[in-house]
């Protein structure tokens, strides 16, 4: 059985599904990011259990079409940022080229449900992983515009400034600045936290 849980964003979130999942007795086929398929089929009195548990961390499970597909936007441009690779085509071209959906559609959907559009979800996002590329990476400015594949650092500075105040440098300074969690990114998340 495929279930879909939102706001799974790293190898962490892996290995707590999987220690729910053995808690409950249940048998994981396979475990990535927003998706786990599992052997048995989940009554809905264990879904809900399930749910209560992956809640304590900031995940939901997902049943709905919409939410689904939402999840699914939100990894595929996970995929995008954290390409080694500069992505061969934009992001619209290839979400539309791994989800086999219309991008217009995508684009809609998304920003009606997350109440932001899939550029701010990208930038958002990639400034959180330079976030975290600039605390633990030991990288240069330079450096890490180039892993997040931006043309030219200035495109980079500028982004980075726009999203959180500060210049990329100014950030390596301060470090005490906590990094937000991905499911915190877009406003419809922090409005269901409240």
Avoid: W
Wanted: charged content about 30%.
């Amino acid at each position: 059985m495929k279930l879909f849980i939102r706001n799974m964003a790293c190898e962490s979130c892996k290995i707590y599904i999987k220690d729910v999942l053995q808690d409950m007795k249940l048998h994981p086929l396979k475990v990535e990011l927003g998706e786990v398929d599992i052997k048995e089929k989940l009554s809905e009195e264990k879904k809900k259990k399930f749910n209560g548990l992956i809640r304590k961390a900031g995940l939901e499970l997902v049943e709905n079409q919409g939410g689904v597909l939402i999840e699914k936007i939100k990894g595929a441009i996970r995929d995008y940022v954290h390409s080694n690779r500069r992505p061969s085509l934009n992001l619209s071209d290839y979400l539309s080229a791994k989800l086999k959906y219309d991008y217009t559609y995508l684009s809609n959907l998304f920003t009606e449900i997350e109440g932001v559009t899939i550029t701010h979800y990208l930038s958002a996002l990639k400034v959180e992983y330079a976030k975290e590329l600039i605390l633990f990476g030991n990288l240069k400015i330079a450096e890490v515009s180039e892993k997040l594949h931006y043309s030219y650092p200035s495109h980079f500075t500028a982004q980075f400034k726009k999203v959180t105040g500060f210049s990329p440098s100014h950030y390596m300074e301060l470090k005490e600045k906590r990094r937000l969690a991905v499911h915190e990114l877009t406003p419809h998340a922090k409005r269901k936290k409240q």
